[in-house]
């Protein structure tokens, strides 16, 4: 085996300690020592540069671009043609230093194994598959004119995720693992991107999301649940679900059923940053550009909120709401609304992992870790032009980024 040292960077280790210098040697795909002077038989020189885990985004959709919201545009298109773009959607995720993406729908078990084979180059994905939603929730691809959107293309390995009542609800928590999930999604409220749902009224009863958690752990796995609106959110905490996601309209006492249950936050402050632009696009279903108008970034507030409260938050992007590519406005739009450059990065790294239960692998530099470190210019803690400023990531590793020509 060669050793590989990267040396002398400024190192974010995702700990809790502040940023210092040292050399990091990894080994087998895993990170060895850090310390000062090591020995390796490949150097990458770091001096002047950053070093941070490997990011993660624990709200993507990587089966999926912003285009896509052009329906109609989909609607002309093969259908395996989505398939061949999702390659492009992991490069674009993995160029930015992510090197672990939880997939909040729409990725099923093949592009998951086409990743872990080396097919395509990209992050390590948790995938979800389909996302549980009620008959005319935010999920439910019904159209006034009966034909259902492309989003709703159910196929071998992507059940629809439409279910009702307890017995339906925990049947299909079943068939979703059936078909490779990880972790269940579930929309314990309304949504901004389907026609004929309130992000403000609650999802599923009570009961239904009750069942929905009781069902996934008995199956050793969890539950993220979409959540605007404040009943939502608490429904889903009740129920005792690992993560309220978005949670745009969070309330204090929202707030502190989650500190109390220790319920996790992903904030996906980014999706706002295309609201405008959806609102005023003619491609868009009209009753889907009307909720999106004047809603302003009420994400902002309770971004704000979270902070305070000391809500645990793990980074989340919702990308291709805003495209892929745009994942690391998160950071910033963190560091903007309550937390430290320090915690910002701690959400995207050490928490996340925590989050996705990959704690003792990923998301600090520690001997014994997964070696999955991005190399950038500059300060490790300083957020303008990060993207740019990346220079190399490794996975597992193995240098991915530069991305290497196909042989
Ligand atoms: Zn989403």
Redesign the pocket.
């Known amino acids: 085996m060669s050793r590989t040292v990267f040396r002398g960077g400024r190192i974010f280790d995702g700990t809790g300690s502040a940023p210092a210098e040292a050399d990091v040697s990894i080994d087998d795909g895993r990170i060895v020592e850090i310390g000062r002077g090591l020995d390796g038989d490949v150097d990458v020189d770091c001096e002047g540069k950053g070093l941070v885990p490997g990011l993660f985004d624990c709200?993507a959709?990587l089966a999926s671009r912003y285009e896509d919201f052009d329906e109609y545009a989909r609607m002309q298109e093969p259908f395996s043609l989505a398939f061949f773009r999702m390659a492009e959607n992991l490069r674009a995720t993995l160029a930015l230093g992510i090197t672990t993406v939880r997939d909040?729908?729409g990725a099923d078990a093949g592009l998951k194994m086409a990743v872990e084979e080396g097919t395509l180059a990209g992050p390590r994905i948790q995938i979800s598959v389909n996302m549980l939603s009620m008959t005319g929730g935010h999920n439910d691809a019904w159209l006034p004119s009966g034909v259902f959107s492309v989003f709703g293309v159910e196929y071998p390995g992507m059940p629809s995720g439409v279910c009702d009542g307890v017995d339906g609800v925990s049947a299909k928590v079943r068939e979703m693992i059936r078909a490779g999930a990880d972790v269940i999604k579930i929309a314990s409220s309304g949504g901004f991107l389907s026609p004929a749902d309130d992000p403000r009224e609650p999802n599923f009863s009570q009961e239904e999301v009750d069942a929905i958690v009781r069902t996934a752990s008995d199956l050793g796995t969890w539950v993220m649940s979409?959540a605007h609106g404040a009943e939502g959110i608490k429904r889903a905490v009740r129920a005792g679900v690992r993560s309220i996601?978005?949670g745009t309209f969070l309330d204090e006492e929202a707030a502190e059923m989650m500190v109390e249950r220790r319920t996790w936050l992903v904030p996906?402050l980014t999706?706002g940053d295309t609201t405008e632009a959806l609102a005023d696009d003619t491609r868009i279903q009209p009753a889907v550009r009307e909720k999106l108008r004047d809603l302003g970034r009420p994400e902002f507030s309770a971004m704000q909120l979270a902070a305070d409260a000391g809500i645990n938050v793990a980074m989340g992007t919702?990308c291709p709401?805003a495209p892929h590519g745009t994942n690391l406005n998160e950071l910033r739009h963190m560091a903007a609304h309550g937390f430290t450059p320090e915690r910002a990065l701690h959400a995207a790294t050490a928490s996340a992992a925590e989050l996705m239960g990959l704690q003792d692998e990923l998301g600090t530099i520690e001997p014994g870790k997964r070696a999955d470190l991005v190399v950038l210019d500059g300060d490790p803690l300083v957020f303008d032009d990060y993207e740019t400023r990346i220079e190399q990531v490794w996975k597992d590793g193995a240098r991915v980024v530069p991305f290497t020509a196909p042989a």
Do not use: K, L, Q, R
């Open positions: 709200h959709h909040a729908a979409h996601e978005h996906t999706a919702d709401v």
